[in-house]
């Protein structure tokens, strides 16, 4: 059962807009212990259960996830990140047109399914901070309603829809 807790708890960074250095770290070693655990009572139980085995692959699955996150930042195309993103984004456009009129936005809050620890306005865009990227660089949604800025140096963005982007944040 704690397994299986583990496993549901992982769709909440493996949905997330980034993942930080020491989360990864963590969520990574507590995956490899659960999936060895799992590995080790599927493989002592007689007869050998070919369903707990097969159980078992969700552990290297979901390890091999957290390790492409930490190392791509956050894909657009990931269908975790784009179902919670498309569950969120009445709240998203709600905030954003909120902070467009000048009226301050409580942080930090959740914004349908992401929390938000940070909000900046600036003339082109909003911009909702969320979590870390990598060690020390954050990654959030970017609503820029027109065309988008150039010259980011420190900054990249991904389409998600519409005026919706994946921002990644160099410190």
Known sequence: MLSIG????????????????????????LTAVFGVISLALALTRRPVNRLSILAWL???????????LF???????????????HLSQPALEAAARTARSDKTLATPTWLGLFPVHRVDV????????????????????AYI??????G??????KNLAGPWYHLYAVF
């Open 58 to 68: 969700a552990y290297p699955f979901a390890a091999a996830a957290l390790v492409f």
């Open 145 to 150: 309603p027109g065309p988008v800025p150039t």
């Open 6 to 29: 583990w496993l549901l708890f992982l769709l909440e960074p493996l949905s997330g807009t980034g993942l930080a250095f020491p989360f990864f770290l963590a969520t990574f070693a």
């Open 71 to 85: 190392l791509s930042s956050q894909s657009p195309s990931n269908p975790l990140f784009r179902l919670r993103f």
């Open 122 to 141: 600036y003339p082109a865009e909003v911009r909702f901070m969320s979590d870390g990227c990598g060690v020390i660089d954050e990654c959030g949604l």
């Open 152 to 157: 980011r140096s420190k900054t990249r963005v």
